[in-house]
């Protein structure tokens, strides 16, 4: 089975040719290279709560730091962390990648 990238799962419609970019703007973990691949996710669709500014119930969250705690308690999160189990990426690791320059 195919594991879900945020947008899939939450159907926000924020991705790249999302029905609600125009309305709500384009999701950052829908475009975040850097985390491409982590949780067997595109772009950081399986990594979403640890990029800034992303779309979440429709409000734009604030940075890894202010909005964790409000991740830890979503449905996706736990979703992800169910599925990947051992191998679930490191915050710590996740945040190194991003602070590396966008590819």
């Not at 979403?48 to 409000?59: E, I, N, P, Q």
Request: charged share 25%; hydrophobic share 35%.
């Amino acid at each position: 089975m195919e594991k879900l990238n945020c947008w899939e799962f939450k159907k926000c419609g924020c991705e790249t040719g999302g029905a609600k970019v125009s309305e709500l703007g384009l999701c950052p973990a829908a475009t975040e290279m850097r985390l491409h691949g982590q949780n067997s996710g595109k772009y950081a669709g399986r990594a979403c709560w640890a990029v800034g500014k992303t779309l979440c119930d429709g409000k734009v969250g604030g940075n890894f730091a202010t909005k964790m705690s409000s991740c830890m308690k979503c449905n996706f999160f736990n979703l992800v962390v169910h599925e990947e189990g051992d191998k679930l990426a490191k915050m710590i690791d996740l945040v190194h990648k991003l602070k590396k320059k966008k590819a």
